[in-house]
């Protein structure tokens, strides 16, 4: 399967728009526009997956840069999500301890 990244997505493009802008190069196995969770609007950029390399690849290739909907297209096959780190503090020292060793010291 492969994941392809579809941005500048005019913000009126719906999940069936991709799917059958995609559907022209092979079969779609999913097509999702990402939406805001708090406004529920579109955030401008959506994912396809399709099946068969060689007809993303082609989709890609003809897709990238093309107007859709009044925009530019960006089109590229989707980089792994990265992990999210959990909370929101970097590796480091302690507290008041520039080195970032335990060695007791406290800044004063």
Known sequence: MINIYVGNLPYRTTDDDL????????????????????????????FVEM????????????????????????VNEAKPREPRREGGYSAGGGQGNPSG?????RGR
């Open 19 to 46: 799917r059958l802008l995609f559907e022209q190069y092979g079969p779609v196995h999913s097509a999702k526009v990402i939406m805001d969770r708090d406004s529920g609007r579109s955030r401008g950029f959506g």
């Open 101 to 105: 060793s335990s060695s007791g010291y």
């Open 51 to 74: 099946p068969t390399e060689s007809e993303a690849r082609k989709a890609i290739e003809e897709l990238s840069d093309k107007e859709f909907q009044g925009r530019n297209l960006t």
